[in-house]
């Protein structure tokens, strides 16, 4: 405890424009290398960049979510630095004039307190390609197709104190950049990774201690390990006697630990000018607003109303608001089973439906039980055609694509006997056939009433209404 960790992110969102972001080539995934990388994008002599739109609209859009400045005018520079899979000898970006100026983003910490991060910017930026070292013996081949992608660098201040804040703060704005739609952050196929700036002082020590970045870091865990390992390493320098070296690093997840990349730059080696090629971006007032206008309803305004209009626990809304397809597919369900059943609703969302989408590895859009299936099967266990526990075998058949629940429960003979005078008859027959178990029970051990409920489900398969179950045993008993 006698050190104190400093933390600062740099995210890089890679967003959702089907061109790039100065050429009207495809950013597609997946494609052949080198198939979706035209002249801009290789800085062919002659070729004049021409800036995206939807790249600028996007990048306002986050700047308006987490209440930062929007620049008026901003200018895109050239980043000069020489890199194989940086075919122009540099790459377009921004500097002093970034188009996100300050804002702010609000993390949960574990028990449950907030803390505000400070975001001290987000510039547009193309991104680089891509250098494959696997499929090469002895050599590295280089794919170019992402050259040109348009980037989001959101730079975080240095407000983290470890490294699972740090992991909230990515959650946190991977969970926002989805929800406005402006990146699909897919970490493992890099739309949505990070670089890490983490130092280490003594507590009570104001000045901060030399940093060193972690780069590329594209998961929520190996975020976390790259810190952790990253600040015993310091602190092991430190008390050493040793002195930090300010550099750029690598984590190898395999090894668990960080490695020396280079020594690390500053602003002044990248040789900072205005791109001659590209005017300054002038932003207006009206197109901020209408921007505004088609702002979504954003991760924290939708868990504040699903805990106040649907009764749910913070945890319930929490969860169900961690994404925007989670969140909508909850309230379909809801509204094609009960709004009073939105305890019950929340509960198959995040157990059999999360549990049956990881087991697969899917995403909840690719579902096969659509919200309003799910929906539908809630309503029969709501009205008592069947039990929960015969609606986890339903929703089985379903997902196997059986069918709907009503087409499930007709074709398996599932629906729950709520008859009395049917469940009365076969009371009677259990506690006929146990009479020993009978005469404990009556002479006090209460534990056997669950051996009695046991008995007459098996009895019934399972399809007798347990609640009736329970009422009419403990009178005949």
Same mark, same amino acid.
């Given at each position: 405890?006698?050190?104190?960790?400093?933390?600062?992110?740099?995210?890089?969102?890679?967003?959702?424009?089907?061109?790039?972001?100065?050429?009207?080539?495809?950013?597609? +995934?997946?494609?052949? $290398?080198?198939?979706?990388?035209?002249?801009?994008?290789?800085?062919?002599?002659?070729?004049?960049?021409?800036?995206?739109?939807?790249?600028?609209?996007?990048?306002?859009?986050?700047?308006?979510?987490?209440?930062?400045?929007?620049?008026?005018?901003?200018?895109?520079?050239?980043?000069?630095? %020489?890199?194989?899979?940086?075919?122009?000898?540099?790459?377009?970006?921004? +500097?002093?004039? $970034?188009?996100?100026?300050?804002?702010?983003?609000?993390?949960?910490?574990?028990?449950?307190?907030?803390?505000?991060?400070?975001?001290?910017?987000?510039?547009?930026?193309?991104?680089?390609?891509?250098?494959?070292?696997?499929?090469?013996?002895?050599?590295?081949?280089?794919?170019?197709?992402?050259?040109?992608?348009?980037?989001?660098?959101?730079?975080?201040?240095?407000?983290?104190?470890?490294?699972?804040?740090?992991?909230?703060?990515?959650?946190?704005?991977?969970?926002?950049?989805? +929800?406005?739609?402006?990146?699909?952050?897919?970490?493992?196929?890099?739309?949505?990774?990070?670089?890490?700036?983490?130092?280490?002082?003594?507590?009570?020590?104001?000045?901060?201690?030399?940093?060193?970045?972690?780069?590329?870091?594209?998961?929520?865990?190996?975020?976390?390990?790259?810190?952790?390992?990253?600040?015993?390493?310091?602190?092991?320098?430190?008390?050493?006697?040793?002195?930090?070296?300010?550099?750029?690093?690598?984590?190898?997840?395999?090894?668990?630990?960080?490695?020396?990349?280079?020594?690390?730059?500053? *602003?002044?080696?990248?040789?900072?000018?205005?791109? $001659?090629?590209?005017?300054?971006?002038?932003?207006?007032?009206?197109?901020?607003?209408?921007?505004?206008?088609?702002?979504?309803?954003?991760?924290?305004?939708?868990?504040?109303?699903?805990?106040?209009? +649907?009764?749910? @626990?913070?945890?319930?809304?929490?969860?169900?608001?961690?994404?925007?397809?989670?969140?909508?597919? %909850?309230?379909?369900?809801?509204?094609?089973?009960?709004?009073?059943?939105?305890?019950?609703?929340?509960?198959?969302?995040?157990?059999?439906?999360?549990?049956?989408?990881?087991?697969?590895?899917?995403?909840?859009?690719?579902?096969?039980?659509?919200?309003?299936?799910?929906?539908?099967?809630?309503?029969?266990?709501?009205?008592?055609?069947?039990?929960?526990?015969?609606?986890?075998?339903?929703?089985?058949?379903?997902?196997?694509?059986?069918?709907?629940?009503?087409?499930?429960?007709? *074709?398996?003979?599932?629906?729950?006997?709520?008859?009395?005078?049917?469940?009365?008859?076969?009371?009677?027959?259990?506690?006929?056939?146990?009479?020993?178990?009978?005469?404990?029970?009556? @002479?006090?051990?209460?534990?056997?009433?669950? %051996? %009695?409920?046991?008995?007459?489900?098996?009895?019934?398969?399972?399809? *007798?209404?347990? *609640?009736?179950?329970?009422?009419?045993?403990?009178?005949?008993?």
């Amino acid at each position: 405890m006698e050190w104190e960790t400093v933390i600062g992110l740099e995210i890089h969102a890679q967003l959702s424009t089907r061109s790039k972001i100065f050429s009207g080539a495809s950013t597609a +995934y997946g494609a052949e $290398p080198n198939t979706q990388a035209c002249a801009v994008d290789l800085g062919l002599p002659g070729v004049l960049p021409v800036l995206n739109e939807k790249a600028v609209a996007m990048a306002v859009k986050l700047g308006l979510a987490i209440d930062a400045e929007i620049t008026p005018r901003s200018v895109f520079a050239r980043k000069n630095y %020489f890199y194989p899979d940086l075919p122009k000898g540099y790459q377009i970006s921004q +500097y002093e004039l $970034p188009v996100v100026g300050r804002g702010h983003l609000e993390i949960e910490l574990e028990d449950g307190e907030t803390k505000t991060i400070g975001v001290t910017r987000a510039h547009l930026e193309e991104d680089a390609g891509k250098s494959l070292h696997e499929d090469f013996h002895g050599m590295t081949g280089i794919d170019l197709n992402r050259a040109g992608t348009p980037l989001l660098e959101i730079v975080s201040e240095p407000d983290m104190r470890s490294p699972r804040e740090a992991v909230a703060y990515m959650k946190k704005m991977h969970s926002l950049v989805r +929800y406005l739609g402006i990146c699909d952050g897919n970490m493992q196929e890099g739309s949505f990774r990070c670089d890490a700036n983490v130092s280490v002082r003594r507590r009570g020590t104001e000045k901060f201690g030399t940093r060193t970045e972690i780069k590329n870091l594209n998961s929520f865990r190996f975020l976390e390990k790259a810190i952790e390992f990253e600040v015993e390493r310091q602190i092991d320098v430190l008390e050493g006697g040793g002195a930090v070296v300010q550099e750029t690093r690598l984590f190898d997840p395999d090894k668990g630990e960080t490695r020396s990349m280079r020594s690390k730059e500053e *602003a002044n080696d990248y040789r900072y000018f205005p791109d $001659p090629d590209l005017l300054p971006l002038d932003i207006d007032s009206t197109f901020i607003e209408q921007i505004r206008a088609e702002l979504p309803e954003l991760p924290d305004e939708k868990k504040n109303r699903f805990k106040t209009h +649907y009764g749910l @626990s913070a945890y319930d809304a929490a969860t169900l608001t961690t994404s925007r397809e989670m969140a909508d597919y %909850f309230e379909a369900v809801v509204e094609q089973a009960d709004a009073g059943q939105a305890k019950m609703a929340a509960n198959w969302v995040m157990g059999e439906l999360s549990g049956a989408l990881n087991r697969e590895g899917r995403e909840i859009g690719d579902s096969p039980v659509s919200a309003q299936a799910l929906g539908g099967l809630l309503a029969r266990i709501q009205d008592n055609t069947i039990s929960g526990k015969i609606a986890k075998e339903v929703f089985e058949a379903m997902w196997a694509g059986e069918g709907d629940a009503d087409t499930v429960i007709e *074709a398996k003979g599932l629906k729950q006997i709520t008859d009395t005078g049917a469940i009365e008859q076969v009371i009677d027959q259990v506690i006929a056939d146990n009479p020993k178990q009978l005469e404990q029970y009556r @002479s006090g051990k209460d534990k056997l009433f669950g %051996f %009695f409920v046991g008995q007459v489900m098996k009895q019934t398969g399972g399809k *007798a209404n347990p *609640a009736q179950v329970n009422e009419l045993l403990k009178k005949k008993l």
